[in-house]
C-alpha cells in the first residue's frame, strides 16, 4: 500500500519541528516521492548528516510502505526559504534573470513536471 505525501511530511516534521518541508509525488503512484526539508536544526551539519536525520524521521518505512524518496536539504538562518536564487535555481529546471535600467528585475522560475504514466 503506498504512503500518502501527507503522511512523510507529518513525520518529518515530528522529527525536526521547524522543518519547511514540500513533497512532490515523482510517478503519481504513490511511492516516488522527492522532499525538501529546510530546517535551522541542520545548520553546521553535513549533508550526509542532514540526509541521515530526514530518513530517520521516517522511522524505518524507506524500502517498505515507501519505495523511494529523492531528499534534498538545507537550512535557513531566518524565516525565510533561505535557499536565494542559488538554491532556487537547484530546485528548478530554468531560471531566467531579465534587469533594465529604469524596468527593475524579472525572474522567471520553471519546473517541468512528469506527465503521468511516463
Do not use: N
Not at 535557499?83 to 529546471?93: I, N, P, S, T, Y
Amino acid at each position: 500500500m503506498p504512503m500518502d505525501a501527507r503522511e512523510i511530511e507529518r513525520l518529518i516534521k515530528a522529527r525536526i519541528p521547524d522543518a519547511q518541508v514540500t513533497i512532490r509525488d515523482l510517478a503519481g503512484d504513490g511511492d516516488h516521492y522527492a522532499a525538501t526539508v529546510i530546517s535551522a536544526t541542520f545548520k553546521g551539519k553535513s549533508r550526509v548528516q542532514q540526509h541521515q536525520l530526514g530518513y530517520e524521521a521516517l522511522k524505518g518505512q524507506m524500502g517498505g510502505v515507501l519505495h523511494a524518496l529523492a531528499l534534498q536539504t538545507g537550512y535557513a538562518t531566518s524565516r525565510s526559504m533561505g535557499m536565494g536564487l542559488r538554491g532556487a535555481k537547484r530546485l528548478m529546471d530554468d531560471l531566467q534573470i531579465e534587469s533594465a535600467a529604469g524596468k527593475g528585475t524579472s525572474i522567471t522560475l520553471k519546473k517541468w513536471l512528469k506527465a503521468k504514466g511516463m
